[in-house]
């Protein structure tokens, strides 16, 4: 089942046109993730899915309903949790009271609490530590946050922007590794990631960005398999 529809979208800034016709489409299940270069129009996409930005033209559809109008709100509601690039935590909150927060989106009703339990079975080193604040993370433990936060959410779509940025890689080991469980856990997940090798990893489809447009669209499996691809394509030899 298609739960993300994205049809020739452009966004733009003034003259800038960041974005020009990005078509792509996310089925229930799959973790796609978007590559490219700085400057390729990865956020724009991602800001324009989440409605944070404005579509110059083009749709995105939602469970096959246009929601290219939709206010960000309203699309969080409907299931699209969404971790910016600036992962977007309380500093001067607690970690307890950031994850229970996040629980306001619920539909009235909801186990709060329960939310919060599940999204800490995946980022245990952070249930130790729900009294302290935020400001005192590491930067992967923040990011662990940040996604921790999008679990109470409950989505059926989990949106990272960027997840990897500034983070060592023994860090990104564990993040990628709970990312990996979430994904065999059926979660769907739309990510962008500069850093490819991880990416190729995680996804079931690789959409190549660049000046705006989709240069070239790859299942990871194959680029693995293949050693010339691999070469080519990931720079792994
Ligand atoms: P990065 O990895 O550097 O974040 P990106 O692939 O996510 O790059 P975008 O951030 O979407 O790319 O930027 C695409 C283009 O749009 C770039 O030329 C960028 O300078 C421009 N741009 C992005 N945001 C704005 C803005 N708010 N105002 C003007 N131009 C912008």
Known sequence: MTLLEVSDLRVSYGPIDAVKGVSLSVE????????????????STMLAIQGLVRARSGSVRWRG????????????????????ESRGVFRTLS??????LA????????????????????FPALADRLSERAAVLSGGECQQ????????AAPDLLVLDEPSLGLAPVVLDELF??????RDEGLTILLVEQNVGRAVKLADHLFSLRGGVIERVDE????????????RHLGMG
């Open 28 to 43: 229930r299940g799959d973790v796609v993730a978007i590559v490219g270069p700085n400057g390729a129009g990865k956020s």
């Open 65 to 84: 309903r246009d929601i290219t109008g939709w206010a960000p709100e309203r699309r969080a509601r409907a299931g699209i949790s969404f971790v910016p």
């Open 145 to 152: 946050l940040a996604i921790g936060r999008a679990l109470v």
């Open 103 to 122: 629980g306001c989106a619920l539909a009235k009703g909801a186990d709060v609490a329960e939310r919060v339990g599940l999204a800490l079975r995946h």
């Open 177 to 182: 590794a709970a990312l990996a469980a979430l």
């Open 95 to 100: 970690i307890g009271e950031n994850l229970r």
């Open 220 to 231: 990871p499996a194959e680029l693995l398999r293949d050693p010339a691809l691999r070469a």
